[in-house]
């Protein structure tokens, strides 16, 4: 991930209470109760615990816990459909708990868009209505509105349906209708809420495959929340990994794999298939020496997976790799001895 990208979301000390008095409840907090205690004698719930985290530009940013751990409470925080406790939202610098309730609206509809996990499109519409109806609150002219919506129907493969309604179509078809419609926004922000978690698993699949293809040309910053390690390895630029309403980890895959924060996160990712996830970049020896020696020696690329380097190495029956970046520099070297211990630790 580029490391220049600047912050587009900044959570400053975020906490949420729910409850008659979360305030008051939020002070108790700060001086030492947990959760449950807060739960148990005063039937109150934290649900954000001092959340501080930097979102980056044009990149796919996941949140991901168990169920009850804070990440959808948190992604609502965003634009401001729950009200924090304490704490701060800044968007570009701005403050989204300050805003007043036009300026509000004004963010939601032009800067924010999102894809809800039920499809959330209107049932007495059609597909092409569904996908307009955000720009119809935008108040754009009839003329964008139909060359947008027709635009972003094609784009998601969905040409021909429409006429169509929603109860016509299938979930994945659905969610496309979900995506098209937050696309032809235009918004610089895509909030995605366990967006793709009551597809069957080949759809999913096909779906995430879609969203990337139209990331590496669309570069929002997307905010994408689930539950699903497997997704979170595969479509996120980074992963934050919440637990009981605290922040436990944030970085790359290779990151959170290679460095665990603590138990919680080693439990978490115990199980899965590094050789898939891990780059080249990640387990290489960047100490090149002068004159490197490139007898019997295959060229990776830094971003290739760890199974492509032990596919290319067993191809060539090779012991030793140079990894080299996208202008074809070498940058590192990766023997069986390193590709062993990843795969192995």
């Known amino acids: 991930m580029d490391k220049n990208k600047q912050p587009k979301i900044q959570i400053v000390n975020l906490s949420k209470v729910f409850g008659r008095s979360p305030k008051k409840m ?4 700060q001086q030492g109760m947990d959760k449950n205690e807060l739960l148990t004698k005063h039937r109150h719930v934290l649900a954000l615990d001092n959340i501080n985290m930097e979102l980056k530009e044009h990149s ?26 304490a704490g701060e939202v800044l968007v570009d610098g701005e403050n989204v708990c300050n805003m007043g309730a036009g300026q509000l609206r004004r963010f939601r509809q032009q800067k924010t868009a999102m894809v809800f996990q039920n499809f ?12 307009s109806f955000g720009l119809q609150i935008q108040g754009k002219s009839e003329t964008q509105i139909k060359r947008s919506s027709y635009y972003w129907l094609e784009r998601v493969g969905l040409a021909g349906y429409e006429k169509n309604y929603p109860a016509q179509l299938s979930g994945g078809m659905q969610q496309r209708v979900g995506l098209a419609r937050a696309l032809a926004c235009d918004a610089d922000i895509l909030m995605m ?32 929340i689930t539950h ?18 605290q922040l436990i980890q944030q970085g790359s895959a290779d990151n959170i794999l290679l ?3 603590d138990d919680y996160v080693r439990r978490f990712v115990a199980d899965v298939n590094r050789t898939g996830v891990l780059r080249a ?40 790799a140079l990894v080299t970046n996208q202008s074809g520099k070498a940058v590192g070297r990766i023997d069986s001895e390193m590709l062993a211990a990843a795969v192995n630790n």
């Open 60 to 85: 796919i940013e996941v949140i991901m816990g168990l169920s009850g751990s804070g990440k959808s409470t948190l992604i609502r925080h965003i634009n401001r459909l729950i009200a924090p406790t």
């Open 228 to 245: 699903d390690l497997d997704e979170a390895l595969k479509i996120g630029d980074r992963i934050a990994i919440l637990n009981q309403g």
């Open 259 to 261: 460095h665990p924060a």
């Open 26 to 29: 939020l002070q108790l907090v």
């Open 193 to 224: 809420d366990e967006a793709f978690s009551a597809l069957d698993p080949l759809i999913r699949s096909d779906m995430q495959d879609v969203l990337l293809e139209l990331q590496r040309e669309l570069k929002k910053t997307i905010v994408f």
């Open 281 to 320: 970049r990640s387990i290489m020896d960047s100490q090149l020496q002068t004159s490197p020696d490139f007898s019997n020696t295959v060229v990776v690329q830094e971003d290739d997976t760890v199974r492509e380097v032990l596919h290319s190495m067993l191809s060539a029956d090779s012991y030793n």
């Open 120 to 131: 959330a499109l209107l049932p007495h519409r059609t597909v092409i209505d569904n996908i």
